[in-house]
């Protein structure tokens, strides 16, 4: 069977690497991107974790490196050392796949390093460096290595360079490289922060959007209405009915995760945390944890769906559901990666119907589920329970007006409350009722 990457002009030392890597038919990112960076053009991709986007720039960039020039040629940013680390990984093993481990040199540049140590390693320019914004700048204006004879810039995970705060390092990164140089950027998002950024420096990019969706036989999407309960007793009752080998619960922010995981674990629950919130070193223990199969849930901000990467996740929960339609997507892309199977289980409200309308529009399907005492059983999807006859919702809200309200707010007051509110509710029912004619 023919290789379907012989189609694409590599050198005979890539074609090699691509081999090595059993690599046989391009994903659909690199299909549309490829040739494009062979010919220099810059580009904007917006694709899911698991898409194959690394390589979609490495092989093409790797294709263009000069071993004779002694000079950085190649600069690869990210937005955590933890994700510049697998690059740099991915790096590595395309250099010894090539053969050319004495003729492409690779430097990983990134904090929680000495960097006197760093500098002596790199009295001999790299070809290629891969790293965190912010030590880069380091290097390059303490006149450690200079960038401005780079042909091409990779900004990987753009979006969370803004959230995190990284993207006014990046910029001063180009303002010291050559006016033509080939940028490459690769968000979820484009928010309009970086539509500015990217009108500054980039003049009629490639604009690659892959809207593709977790493979439906390897991934099962499962929903769980919230109806007023309390996130960390829902995700106790999950935990006795599926059994993760890693399950990654995702929170909106830090503050919720820290709340989650410190609940999860009065509950009894072991779990890990991370986020963008811990410093270096404890995010390094708790990653190193996770690797010694320490924990089998992990709490978690949209960090970890991107800025890292965590293998043998079996299952993600969405404590919340995001806002938008790619970070769900790119949250339950931890899992069902490599042939593997996986599912998503999401907590929803009424303020989340848009985006599951959304998805369930670009063809994802749900099972509607609830789960009680370890055991799953069957629910009405969304619009099922939203189809209430709109004077059941006028009754509600004319019965709660009516509730007496006590200042003093004793235990059981909100069941109490509710009683009333039912009992109201009844009594207006059968005002309301039309009298049958005789």
């Known amino acids: 069977m023919q290789n379907e990457f012989e189609r694409f002009p590599f050198k005979q030392e890539i074609q090699k690497a691509i081999q090595a890597l059993q690599f046989n038919k391009p994903t659909e990112i690199q299909e549309k991107i490829i040739p494009d960076i062979l010919n220099g053009t810059s580009v904007i991709g917006q694709s899911h974790t698991g898409s194959g986007k690394t390589h979609a720039y490495l092989l093409p960039l790797f294709n263009k490196i000069d071993e004779n020039r002694q000079e950085i040629q190649l600069v690869i940013t990210a937005p ?14 395309i250099i010894q796949f090539a053969g050319m481990d004495n003729k492409w040199k690779a430097k990983l540049l990134v904090g929680g390093t000495d960097k006197k140590k760093m500098s002596e390693k790199l009295s001999q320019p790299p070809h290629i460096i891969v790293g965190t914004p912010g030590r880069i700048l380091d290097l390059v204006t303490d006149d450690t290595i200079s960038i401005y ?3 091409s810039f990779v900004i990987d995970e753009a979006d969370l360079m803004l959230d995190l705060g990284f993207i006014n390092d990046v910029d001063q990164l180009l303002i010291r490289s050559r006016e033509d140089i080939q940028l490459l950027v690769f968000s979820a998002t484009i928010p309009q922060r970086l539509e500015h950024f990217f009108r500054k420096y980039l003049e009629n990019p490639l604009h690659v959007k892959i809207d593709n969706l977790p493979s439906p036989e390897k991934m099962e999407h499962r929903l769980i209405a919230q109806k007023h309960r309390d996130e960390a ?4 009752d999950i935990s006795k009915a599926i059994h993760p080998y890693l399950a990654i619960i995702f929170t909106n922010g830090k503050d919720l995760a820290d709340k989650l995981a410190a609940n999860l674990q009065q509950k009894g629950l072991e779990t890990g945390i991370i986020h963008g919130g811990l410093k270096p070193r404890e995010r ?9 199969l320490r924990y089998q849930y992990i709490v978690a901000t949209d960090l970890a769906s991107r800025g890292i990467d965590i293998k043998g996740v ?3 929960i969405n404590a919340q559901l995001p806002k938008e339609e790619e970070f769900y997507i790119h949250r339950t892309g931890r899992t069902a990666r490599a042939g593997l199977e996986g ?7 009424d303020d989340d119907l848009k985006l599951i309308q959304k998805l369930e529009q670009k063809g994802l399907e749900f099972t509607y589920c609830d789960v009680k005492n370890g055991s799953w059983r069957d629910a009405k999807s969304w619009n099922e329970r939203g189809n209430r006859t709109k004077s059941s919702t006028d009754l509600d809200q004319q019965a709660w007006k009516q509730v007496k309200r006590t200042k003093k707010v004793k235990p059981g007051y909100k069941k109490k409350m509710k009683k009333q509110q039912e009992q109201i509710k009844k009594q207006l029912a059968k005002k309301t009722k039309p009298k049958r004619k005789k």
Not at 233 to 236: F, G, H, S, V
Not at 343 to 349: D, E, K, Q, R, V
């Open 343 to 349: 599912t998503a289980i999401s907590l929803y409200g």
């Open 233 to 236: 007793d829902i995700i106790m």
């Open 80 to 93: 955590t050392r933890e994700l510049a680390m697998q690059i740099h990984e991915e790096v590595k093993k």
């Open 314 to 316: 079996s299952h993600v």
């Open 284 to 292: 390094k223990r708790v990653l190193k944890d996770i690797q010694n």
């Open 149 to 151: 004879k780079a042909d």
